[in-house]
């Protein structure tokens, strides 16, 4: 079977940096993706990682690491328009989105 | 470029009611998705094509049907509403995909369905 999961919500102040986590168990391996969501919107791609590491991209960072199943996305000086929900993905498989609050 | 147009936005429906959402995309798209999206479950595939003529079944496609008769479109059809239909639904399309895909998906703005 395949499953995805991840936090359901976090909270993290303005100009910190928070981590979310996403595990994951798939019948083969093809990367995997996070999108952002803001409320009653659509999902943006916001990264991809199909080998072991860490992928950097301004504020946004993104680590896979496939033997353990297991990624993370890393943000950086938050700012109050990241308060959004943050999806991980693998093989068209979405989990349920942590839903991320950024306070003052 | 439009990207992926959905339409409706919104759309309330009385139990038993068919309906179909219209999904286009003008990104020469190969790959063309349906998704639901309910409180703490998540985008679930509905239902997806790989190209015109193609159609596959996703995690929940019980009460739905599709078609791909073109690259360009990607209907959902409702043939029988029931309140568990309730949810918002994504259109999403790639430039190839399937679940060996690199590919990021393009998402639809969404259409907010009530089935009374």
């Known amino acids: 079977g395949q499953n995805i999961d991840q936090p359901t919500e976090m909270t993290a102040t303005e100009g910190a940096i928070v981590q979310i986590n996403c595990t994951y168990q798939?019948?083969?391996?093809?990367?995997l993706f996070w999108y952002q969501q803001h409320a009653g919107e659509a999902p943006t791609f916001l990264s991809y990682n199909v080998l072991d590491g860490l992928e950097e991209k301004g504020r946004f960072s993104s680590f896979l690491s496939r033997s353990k199943g297991y990624s993370y996305l890393l943000l950086k000086e938050l700012q109050m328009k990241d308060s959004a929900s943050y999806l991980c993905a693998a093989n068209m498989r979405f989990g349920a989105g942590t839903r991320l609050t950024v306070k003052p | 470029n439009a990207g992926v147009t959905q339409t409706p936005k919104f759309q309330v429906l009385k139990t038993g009611q068919s309906m179909t959402l219209q999904c286009a995309q003008d990104?020469?798209?190969?790959?063309m998705s349906w998704y639901r999206q309910d409180p703490g479950m998540g985008l679930r595939l509905i239902h997806y094509?790989?190209?015109?003529?193609?159609?596959d079944q996703g995690e929940v496609p019980n009460g739905y049907n599709v078609s791909r008769s073109t690259t360009e479109d990607f209907p959902l059809r409702l043939l029988s509403a029931a309140p568990s239909q309730t949810s918002v639904y994504f259109c999403?399309?790639?430039?190839?995909?399937?679940?060996?895909?690199?590919?990021?998906?393009?998402f639809g703005s969404g259409t907010q369905l009530s089935v009374l």
């Open positions: 094509s790989v190209g015109a003529g193609i159609t």
């Open positions: 999403a399309s790639s430039f190839t995909g399937g679940a060996s895909t690199n590919e990021k998906l393009f």
């Open positions: 798939t019948s083969g391996f093809n990367g």
């Open positions: 990104m020469n798209h190969e790959y």
